[in-house]
Each structure stands twice: as structure tokens, then as C-alpha cells.
């Protein structure tokens, strides 16, 4: 069971879209629509922002959605702001009620 | 609102086993078909599930970490615990305890507790 991959860093100015991409394999991502992302402030809880791969929790900004294609998720942050500057980590279940993070992408706003 | 809170010894010595209780408020550990886990976050690294607990008692591990954790509940005092034997300095991590779903993912946290392996 390997982290997923997921780049080290994003960044973005204000008021720019950026991807975060999440690959695993066809045992995890590949298999399961069930991909969740967290955002995560250094000193603070994470915080799920989507999950079920494109559903958001009530209370996380529509400026956040999911995609996924293959063994591929991706999270998308619109109109970047200066809050969303913050850890982000996907998450997908692996099978036999077990799960695998990734390993972390620092997102910047310039 | 649905509230966990780690406890446990900030400092273990090499070899020996790592004890973290999370205590659970705001709602019962034995309501709904949730899963009770762990996490960890090595300094500098990111996060890594370490396994959960259902109150069924059913446990699911890490296979990376599983011939060393055991996870435990207590529903008489609504919480859940985690062991880790044989511990190194590559176990020094904040852990984390979450509320867990298949579908919904962790949505309640705690704040975590760091831990630090060292004699």
C-alpha cells in the first residue's frame, strides 16, 4: 500500500484556478469513487473539502470541486484566495475497509 | 457538535509501546456505522492512516504498521484507544483520532498530540 502521488507544490495569484492531481492505482483509486481531499493549516485539524471524489460537505465553498479519470483524482481550487493557502491531501479507500493518503501538495497564492 | 481529543504520553522510549486514548463528546461512540481511526503525521511528512476500530469492535490496519498497532474501544466511557509496540524515532509523528465513513471520509478530527520517540 503506497501513498498516493500527488505533486509537492501548487501555487496560483489570487483569483486563479489551480489542480491539484492525486494518482494511485488500480487498487485504490482506480477501483473506488472514493476519493477525499482535506485541507490542512499547519497547527490545526484537517478539514474535508470533498469527498465521494465530487461531493462537498455543506459549508465548504463551491470555489472547491473533484474530478477523477482512471486511477487519477484531481481537486480544483477557483477565484484562489488568500485562506486557501494551506496543505492539501487526498485520501482514497484501498479495499478491505482500509485507506491510503497522498503525499501532500503545498498550495501558495502568490 | 461531535468532539475528540487525544491523550497519551508526549514521550516514549525507544522499544517501548506508545499509548493514545481519544475521548468522544457530543455523541456516542456506538451510534451509526462510523469508524473510529488513527492518523499520523511524521514532522515534515504527510499524513498516514494508521487504522480504525467500528464499535462492533471489527479493527482494520495499516498492513505497514499492522504486526505492531492494536486499536481498542471502551464504549462504557465513549472512547477508543491505540498501542504501538516497538516503537522507533521514525514513529515520532502528531497523531491524530478521527471519525470516520467509506462514503464521507474523516469528518470529525481531534486536534492531535505530538509524540516524540527518543531515550
Known amino acids: 500500500q503506497s501513498a498516493l502521488t500527488q505533486p509537492a507544490s501548487v501555487s496560483g495569484s489570487p483569483g486563479q484556478s489551480i489542480t491539484i492531481s492525486c494518482t494511485g492505482t488500480?487498487?485504490?483509486?482506480?477501483?473506488?469513487?472514493?476519493v477525499s481531499w482535506y485541507q490542512h493549516h499547519p497547527g490545526k485539524a484537517p478539514k474535508v473539502m470533498i469527498y465521494e471524489g465530487i461531493k462537498r460537505p455543506s459549508g465548504v465553498s463551491n470555489r472547491f470541486s473533484g474530478s477523477k479519470y482512471d486511477k487519477t483524482a484531481s481537486l480544483t481550487i477557483s477565484g484562489l484566495q488568500a485562506e486557501d493557502e494551506a496543505d492539501y491531501y487526498c485520501c482514497s479507500y484501498a479495499g478491505s475497509s482500509t485507506f491510503v493518503f497522498g503525499t501532500g501538495t503545498k498550495v501558495t497564492v502568490l | 457538535q461531535l468532539q475528540l481529543q487525544e491523550s497519551g504520553s508526549g514521550l516514549v522510549r525507544p522499544s517501548q509501546t506508545l499509548s493514545l486514548t481519544c475521548a468522544v463528546s457530543?455523541?456516542?461512540?456506538?451510534?451509526?456505522?462510523?469508524?473510529w481511526n488513527w492518523i499520523r503525521q511524521p514532522p515534515g511528512k504527510g499524513l498516514e492512516w494508521i487504522g480504525s476500530?467500528?464499535?462492533?469492535?471489527?479493527?482494520y490496519y495499516n498492513p505497514s504498521l499492522k504486526s505492531r498497532v492494536t486499536i481498542s474501544v471502551d464504549r462504557s466511557k465513549n472512547q477508543f484507544s491505540l498501542r504501538l509496540s516497538s516503537v522507533t524515532a521514525a514513529d515520532t509523528a502528531v497523531y491524530y483520532c478521527?471519525?470516520?465513513?467509506?462514503?464521507?471520509?474523516?469528518?470529525?478530527w481531534g486536534q492531535g498530540t505530538l509524540v516524540t520517540v527518543s531515550s
Open positions: 457530543g455523541g456516542s461512540i456506538s451510534s451509526g456505522d462510523y469508524s
Open positions: 478521527a471519525r470516520g465513513d467509506i462514503l464521507t471520509g474523516f469528518d470529525y
Open positions: 488500480s487498487s485504490d483509486v482506480g477501483s473506488y469513487n472514493l
Open positions: 476500530i467500528y464499535h462492533s469492535g471489527n479493527t
